[in-house]
């Protein structure tokens, strides 16, 4: 499967099933396109017709081209076959049942009111709870027991806000890093904030222990106000942003990112990322926000259109800045052109309900912290494992090639079928699609393949 699409001045040819990334000139571009569909002399008689004017296309470089596309058809660069649908229900099955990574929700609470929570303002549609260090503590050694021959584990710390459980949080890392040396294991830690009570006990034991802190920030101030507020209504910007800025600039050169929601108050996003790059940050994301149509945060269909054109505004202002020397990363434009994930990753995605859970406060395991709550996809607790192999089965099976929306997709081993809990929230089923992410997520490649392009052209 071919994908061709202009943007910023290229001509851009992406082969779905090579990977391969073609940036051709207009008479390319065209012939590239008929290829399929004509003979030789049928695209050279239909080129002299459109280009024949110019003084540089002959009929001679005409043929001279379709040779070209031809060879890089046979090198399996063009218009490669697709040889991985047969493979897709198997990958899963190779792994087992080896588990990589969790994610505790040490705090069913929150000292934020966010009126676009999917989480309910920290409660996942149940009751305020905080994770006991007991519970934490089989987590951990429910991870290391079905983490196989695995050495690097990730713990992420989730919410609610995980600060309002800080000393259990502590003393869930200092367990883990315990066990390292029993199991020959490593643990990488995330600390996932709203901000509001990091201090400097906060910053240093974070920075010494997290591999990762994501740090919640909608960006401007009166965007960042409109909706991220406490229980009283006010907002939280001025109260977090210097925390922010202190903690990352203490990080050291360790991970951390601002991760944002924009809803239908801002579809018009760039301008939060500019004001969070200009603040000095450099790790970025903006997420459109996910829920139902009658939600009045959602994203309307006419927000759709202006998402669409701020995502090429905020790639062509990257390529900007990164000549000037004040570039920044923002998490949907990471794409790795020359290796990437591996084909297993491809087509089977992220791994929830299979290599990665979410563990409730009280100890229950779900796919992931979107499926908290919804018990038809508990799949059982940290003390007796996996009780409900049908939800891992269901969950195993999900894969790019699993959707029949998928099939002729070219972003399909790109986002390997998409994100189970936002089909399942839309369509009802994880082997569903949420259309308005596919349409976002496509145009995200379309940008994200040309900035590498741009940036591949300025090292020449």
Not at 20 to 41: G, N, Q, R, W
């Amino acid at each position: 499967m071919v994908h061709q699409y202009k943007l910023n001045g290229y001509n851009i040819v992406l082969d779905t099933c090579s990977g391969s990334i073609h940036v051709v000139d207009e008479v390319a571009y065209d012939i590239i396109e008929l290829f399929p569909k004509k003979t030789v002399d049928e695209i050279v008689d239909d080129m002299m017709g459109k280009y024949g004017h110019r003084e540089d296309v002959t009929e001679e470089e005409l043929r001279l081209c379709v040779e070209d596309v031809e060879s890089l058809v046979r090198a399996e660069k063009l218009y490669t076959k697709d040889t991985f649908a047969d493979k897709a229900s198997t990958f899963k099955e190779r792994s087992g049942n080896v588990i990589k990574a969790l994610c505790l929700h040490v705090a069913h609470t929150c000292n934020l009111n966010c009126s676009y929570c999917f989480a309910s303002q920290g409660k996942y549609h149940g009751e305020r709870a905080l994770m006991s260090f007991e519970v934490g503590k089989q987590a951990l050694d429910f991870l290391i027991e079905n983490s196989g021959t695995r050495r690097n584990l990730e713990v992420d710390f989730f919410g609610g806000e995980p600060l309002m459980n800080w000393e259990v949080v502590k003393e869930l890392v200092a367990y883990a890093r315990e066990q390292e040396k029993i199991y020959d294991k490593n643990f990488r830690f995330t600390l996932t904030t709203n901000g509001m009570l990091i201090d400097d006990d906060v910053i240093e034991f974070a920075n010494k222990e997290m591999s990762n802190v994501v740090l919640s920030l909608d960006g401007r101030k009166e965007i960042h106000d409109l909706t991220r507020v406490d229980y009283t209504g006010q907002g939280s910007y001025e109260q977090i942003v210097p925390k922010f800025k202190k903690l990352v600039e203490s990080r050291g050169g360790k991970g951390y990112y601002m991760r944002g929601t924009f809803t239908h108050a801002n579809p018009d996003f760039t301008k939060d990322v500019f004001h969070m790059a200009d603040l000095g940050f450099t790790e970025l994301s903006m997420e459109p926000v996910v829920g139902p149509a009658e939600d009045p945060s959602s994203l309307t269909k006419e927000d759709l259109e202006i998402v669409k054109e701020q995502y090429e505004i905020l790639a062509k202002e990257m390529i900007k800045r990164n000549k000037e020397g004040r570039g920044f990363t923002f998490y949907h434009y990471m794409i790795d052109l020359t290796g990437g994930p591996c084909v297993y990753k491809r087509i089977s995605g992220c791994g929830s309900g299979t290599e990665y859970m979410a563990v409730t406060p009280w100890g229950d395991l779900y796919p992931c912290h979107q499926f908290v709550g919804e018990e038809a996809y508990k799949l059982g607790d940290v003390w007796n494992g996996v009780t409900n192999p049908a939800v891992r089965e269901e969950f195993r099976s999900c894969n790019a090639y699993s959707r029949e929306e998928c099939k002729d997709c070219w972003a399909k081993l790109y986002c390997s079928g998409g994100c189970a809990a936002n089909a399942f929230h839309a369509s009802g089923s994880i082997r569903g699609i949420y259309e308005p992410g596919c349409e976002l997520f496509r145009k995200r490649m379309e940008c994200a393949i040309m900035i590498k392009v741009a940036e591949d052209e300025a090292k020449q």
